[in-house]
């Protein structure tokens, strides 16, 4: 698959350090259809919101970084149980 400059590409997680980096990157090479919402105007978490924000938004490309650590990630002994669960089959 490649990415056209063209595509609509949502970005979850475009406030993180990979997230930001990644949306000035593609601003850079001349993408200019991004797509991103915070926390507060979409929770990853509420699939009801996520199916009525893809219908309407359509986008080409989902590009998903998005986690919420709520700071227990970091030297946690179990971080992928504390990791949130965003989509599930």
């Avoid at 595509?7 to 090479?29: N, P, Q, T, Y």
């Avoid at 490309?61 to 179990?78: C, F, H, K, T």
Wanted: glycine share 8%; hydrophobic share 40%; with cysteine.
């Amino acid at each position: 698959m490649s990415i056209q400059k063209s595509d609509k590409i949502f970005i979850a997680g475009h406030r993180g350090m990979v997230g930001s980096a990644l949306v000035r990157s593609l601003e850079g090479a001349g993408f200019t259809k991004l797509i991103t919402r915070d926390r507060k105007e979409l929770d990853l978490c509420d699939s009801s919101a996520v199916t009525k924000f893809f219908a309407k938004e359509k986008p080409d490309v989902v590009i998903l970084d998005a986690v919420r650590s709520q700071g227990r990630l970091r030297g946690s002994p179990e971080p992928v149980r504390d990791a949130p669960v965003i989509f599930q089959p």
